[in-house]
């Protein structure tokens, strides 16, 4: 597996988590990371992406409550995610836009 995320839960309206995905590739200190999710019945959407420079995008509708980051000592990309949603709830992916790999995805569940 190259891409393992972790982290996903069920939590209440206004509370946070923190996703992590672990990257076996040897390139990952080099390569921009990104978040995605898929909401039950939608389309997967771009949640953020960070450059192996650290400059870092959003989606409009998570910009302000979430924050990518990474530790390329750990091989680890972070997504820390504030004042959930119930709108929130999805599978979150991980994935490496320099090789294409995809993590197997974590589910997040906020309730109101």
């Known amino acids: 597996v190259q891409l393992q995320a972790s982290g996903g839960g069920l939590v209440q309206a206004g509370e946070s988590l923190k996703l992590s995905c672990v990257a076996s590739?040897?390139?990952?200190?080099?390569?921009?990371m990104a978040w995605s999710r898929r909401a039950p019945g939608k389309q997967r959407e771009f949640v953020a992406t960070i450059t192996s420079s650290r400059s870092t995008s959003y989606a409009d509708s998570v910009k302000g409550r979430f924050t990518i980051s990474r530790d390329d000592d750990k091989n680890t990309l972070y997504l820390q995610m504030n004042s959930l949603k119930p709108e929130d709830t999805a599978v979150y992916y991980c994935?490496?836009?320099?090789?294409?790999?995809w993590g197997q995805g974590t589910l997040v569940t906020v309730s109101s």
């Open positions: 590739r040897r390139d990952f200190r080099i390569s921009g």
């Open positions: 994935h490496n836009l320099r090789s294409g790999d």
